[in-house]
């Protein structure tokens, strides 16, 4: 089983809202992983969680809150968003985010959000 | 630069080969991958090869890699409309954490 779980699949939110992306995954993996990906655009790494600690943070705005509550979740808290974050969020896991074959990542289905 | 390319367009007949390629520039990437991405969906991991590997066949895919020249290809054999799809490579390169990936190629398969 190689699955990755998401909700909600779809998400429509004005500026002030705050609201949270989940992701699950109970193939034993350590990393987990959020993307953000535009139309036509490949996925663009936001954040890396190996251990349930925060490894990679690729300087992603304050308004993008990520949280691992244990080695199978993982959240995307939003609030006070902007129409330019409008995207699809995926959400991957690693068995390890080392090298040695460990890192080969497993996508979700992924949330489609719109910011109004 | 960082940069992995990929052609942005391929066009091919029902039950032809499809090869799209990708040209990547670190050469100390340690895993190169496949991915497929349907309309509206998330990335569905297709293959992937090992840097020290030239060739890996599965089922309808084939996957080469020419390490000097920095360049993958997948081809995929009697390609079906349900083969349309987004086509991402990506490098796992050895410094980083990070998958680096290609823009992506669209292909669209017609009858």
């Known amino acids: 089983d190689t699955e990755v779980t998401q909700t909600p699949k779809h998400l429509v939110m004005g500026m002030t809202n705050k609201k949270s992306l989940k992701c699950e995954q109970h193939m034993g993996h350590r990393a987990m992983y959020w993307y953000k990906q535009k139309a036509k655009k490949p996925p663009e790494l936001m954040f890396v969680y190996s251990y349930e600690k925060l490894s990679i943070n690729e300087s992603v705005p304050s308004r993008f809150s990520p949280e691992c509550p244990n080695s199978s979740l993982l959240n995307l808290h939003l609030h006070a968003l902007q129409p330019e974050d409008s995207a699809l969020y995926l959400c991957a896991s690693s068995q390890d985010s080392e090298r040695g074959g460990l890192e080969t990542q497993y996508f979700g289905p992924g949330t489609r959000l719109l910011v109004l | 630069g960082e940069d992995v390319e990929q052609s942005l367009f391929l066009s091919v007949r029902e039950g032809d080969s499809s090869v799209i390629n990708c040209t990547y520039t670190d050469s100390s990437s340690t895993y190169l991958y496949w991915y497929k991405q349907e309309p509206g969906a998330g990335l569905q991991l297709l293959t992937y090869?090992?840097?020290?590997?030239d060739m890996k066949q599965d089922q309808r895919l084939t996957v080469l890699l020419n390490k000097k020249d920095k360049h993958l290809s997948l081809r995929i054999a009697d390609t079906q409309t349900g083969d349309s799809a987004i086509y991402f490579c990506?490098?796992?390169?050895?410094?980083?954490?990070?998958?680096?990936f290609g823009t992506g190629t669209r292909l669209q398969v017609f009858p």
């Open positions: 090869i090992f840097s020290n590997m």
């Open positions: 990506a490098e796992s390169r050895i410094a980083t954490d990070k998958l680096i």
